[in-house]
């Protein structure tokens, strides 16, 4: 296949150029020579890369694609599909990772020659990684004791919109080359490897996305390079997959405690086998039933570190395949409301030690899985929605979790820990019985204080702390101390009666509110300070004039010409790095955004930064401060740095947010407004006068600050004395 296959969508081409979707749209109207589409729907065509690639340098406005841009549009507009790409990548990755030398070797020459001696060199990694095409003994088989054979004579429910994986995909799409497909029952008898070695035919489509793929390999490394990739399309797919955060993800591991043998049984992107500190000696298991995420998840395993990797492909519950496997740890973070999960061909499946789930109880079935997939003292570690720790219909499941003692823990997240972010999810914490307990107390937690404002996700950090020290003084002691409002050791006795309910909010005691009438009153003390600065900051009455006629120019034009420099946000970044969202920015808060983990390069904030979102219709640009300086740029937000020799960053800030300003550079579509921060306007003036519109501007954000403030500490300061006054703390006189 030629270079000039690939295709490249609008929103590529505005990535490629720096510029706005708007910015394109112009061009194509507004340029004869602008390059024909190709492909795609009238409403979102496609254009050859290679056309678009010249056009833009003969314009002027691209002296050189980006290497990463450039492999990204490969693997985006790969004729079969991105995800076939992304797998073909990753096998050659391993190749590069395991095999360098071989890859320089089998690397020379012409296309037709790459992609006639790459299958035999990917089977020499492949096969050692992930296990021979056919392996005996560890196959998907009827379970012994099953009284159905049904529960494995039907085929994965791999065409349903909820996948047996902790993440949403789409309904399945043909199935990728190089990756493996569940056969009919008959060929169930053992399991494949997720990943095979594709064919010479398959892969000459992508041989020049592969050599790309080797070159930046060589820039950034081959785990690095599969990261990024991987991240991109996850971002560029957002309602195919619904991730496991990784700060989860390290909180599930840490809970679960060191382990050799671990378990994901419903795998996805394989966040939380990666979460785990890889060693060589380790073997990590997954099963996903998206072909196309188990063969991801073992490459993205595999290339993370030297841990030996299985992975199959198969719904879980129905098609088991490590049915003999007793693992150190399982991990999972199931489908939710899983209505079509196997209640009626399981019905006598061994593994309901614990009772057989209802139909509405799919979690509970994945309990049980995991359970039964433990060694005696494993500890298993599952994320779970609300309505699993009160549901009536599991009831009876719970209690003899609670008396045969599986069930240790149960922790409530903070509201924005995971999809969905408007709910508190729980962590179930179990482990497999050696021993009939005594006295039994299962550790209740609660991290909902933890959460953050708005959209930013919880305090990570305090999160962690809290729960890793509650559990770990509850394992070690079998009882904890208890610590009002955050945890507590409950006796099994207490919650064994007609709902047994484990909500942990309905079993622990309130925070303490021995200084809560010290507390309103200090809060009430800097409601009156901040009120009293608020009339100290509010501005003098304005001086009417006629409008001004000033020369202008645009943001585009000083971009173009030196005086400021533009960056778009980022779609991934170094982990842990905190990052200014469009939310931060429009409520004016700290930095409480994360992005997907990935290599690509983030951009970092400086002091007189200007951020502007994109989305929301809304006239907001704010000046970055020394606390702010240093986080990541999150996504829907444009900086602008002004060179401070030519434009003063209030001054710029200030006219960004005239109201006529946005209108005029704004684009609408049915549900949304999008702001073309390149044709916003300033007036041509000098250094000195932009300072007084500075300090002026600089004022007024000052004032709206206070104003804030002073919101925020009233809304407290209701909330407590309604808390108060209900909890008898503070008295109505």
């Not at 778009?568 to 983990?597: I, K, M, N, Q, Y």
């Not at 919101?711 to 407290?716: A, C, I, N, S």
Request: charged share 20%; glycine share 10%.
């Amino acid at each position: 296949m030629q270079d000039n296959a690939t295709e490249v969508t609008a929103a590529g081409i505005a990535r490629l150029a720096g510029v706005g979707r708007a910015a394109v749209s112009n061009w194509r109207r507004r340029h004869a020579d602008f390059p024909k589409p190709v492909g795609g729907t009238e409403t979102s065509p496609s254009f050859a890369l290679a056309d678009v690639e010249a056009w833009l340098r003969h314009q002027g406005k691209l002296a050189e694609v980006p290497l990463r841009e450039r492999v990204w549009q490969q693997l985006a507009g790969h004729p079969e599909g991105p995800v076939t790409a992304l797998v073909h990548a990753g096998c050659v990755l391993l190749l590069i990772h395991d095999r360098p030398t071989v890859w320089l070797e089998v690397g020379a020459g012409s296309d037709e020659r790459l992609a006639a001696l790459l299958p035999a060199a990917l089977e020499r990694v492949i096969t050692p990684r992930f296990g021979p095409p056919a392996e005996s003994g560890r196959g998907v088989h009827a379970r012994e004791g099953a009284a159905s054979p049904g529960a494995v004579n039907r085929p994965p429910a791999v065409n349903t919109p909820e996948s047996a994986s902790g993440e949403w995909t789409a309904p399945q799409t043909p199935v990728p080359s190089g990756v493996h497909t569940p056969g009919s029952p008959a060929t169930l008898a053992v399991h494949t490897p997720a990943v095979h070695v594709p064919t010479g035919p398959q892969l000459l489509p992508s041989v020049p996305l592969l050599r790309g793929v080797a070159e930046l390999a060589a820039d950034l490394g081959a785990r690095q390079t599969f990261e990024f990739l991987f991240g991109r399309h996850l971002d560029a797919n957002p309602r195919q997959y619904t991730l496991t955060p990784g700060e989860l993800a390290r909180l599930m591991a840490d809970l679960a405690g060191p382990a050799r043998t671990v378990l994901d049984p419903a795998c996805g992107t394989g966040a939380l086998l990666r979460a785990l500190d890889a060693r060589p000696d380790q073997e990590l298991y997954g099963q996903d039933s998206a072909p196309e995420l188990a063969a991801l998840t073992a490459l993205r395993l595999a290339l993370h570190g030297r841990a030996t990797v299985r992975a199959a492909v198969g719904d879980t519950l129905r098609a088991d395949a490590w049915p003999q496997l007793r693992a150190d740890t399982v991990l999972c973070h199931p489908p939710f409301n899983e209505r079509n999960w196997g209640h009626d061909e399981l019905a006598y499946d061994p593994r309901w030690e614990y009772g057989f789930p209802a139909r509405a109880e799919s979690e509970l079935a994945w309990v049980q899985h995991a359970l039964a997939r433990l060694r005696d003292g494993g500890t298993a570690v599952l994320l779970m929605p609300p309505a699993a720790a009160s549901r009536r219909s599991g009831r009876r499941i719970r209690a003899d979790l609670l008396r045969r003692g599986a069930l240790r823990a149960v922790v409530a997240l903070p509201v924005g820990a995971a999809p969905p972010y408007n709910i508190a999810l729980h962590l179930w914490v179990l482990r497999r019985p050696e021993k009939a307990p005594g006295q039994p107390e299962v550790l209740l937690a609660d991290a909902g204080q933890f959460a953050g404002e708005g959209r930013g996700g919880p305090d990570w950090q305090a999160v962690k702390e809290a729960v890793l020290d509650a559990w770990r003084a509850h394992d070690r002691d079998g009882t904890l101390p208890e610590r009002p409002g955050l945890a507590r050791s409950v006796p099994v006795i207490e919650l064994l009666d007609d709902d047994v309910d484990l909500a942990p909010a309905r079993h622990l005691p309130p925070p303490t509110a021995a200084d809560g009438g010290e507390q309103l009153t200090a809060v009430r003390e800097r409601l009156g300070e901040t009120l009293r600065l608020t009339t100290a900051l509010t501005p003098p009455p304005a001086v009417t004039a006629p409008p001004a006629r000033w020369p202008l120019t645009t943001v585009g034009e000083l971009a173009r010409g030196g005086a400021l420099v533009l960056r778009t946000g980022g779609t991934g970044g170094p982990a842990r790095l905190p990052v200014l969202t469009d939310h931060d920015v429009l409520a004016g808060t700290g930095p409480s955004g994360t992005l997907p983990e990935s290599e690509e390069e983030a951009v970092l904030t400086e002091t007189g930064d200007v951020v502007v979102p994109v989305l929301g219709g809304g006239s907001v640009a704010r000046v970055i401060d020394d606390a702010t300086a240093g986080a990541a740029l999150g996504r829907n937000l444009v900086l602008l740095r002004p060179d401070p020799a030519a434009l003063d960053p209030w001054f710029l800030a200030g006219f960004l947010r005239g109201t006529a300003n946005n209108r005029q550079a704004s684009s609408y579509a049915s549900t949304a407004t999008r702001l073309d921060v390149r044709r916003l306007h300033l007036p041509r003036l000098p250094l000195d006068e932009q300072g007084r519109y500075g300090a002026r501007f600089r004022a007024l954000d000052e004032f709206e600050r206070a104003l804030r403030y002073a919101g925020r500490l009233g809304d407290e300061l209701v909330r407590g004395m309604y808390d108060g006054l209900t909890d008898g703390t503070v008295a109505p006189g």
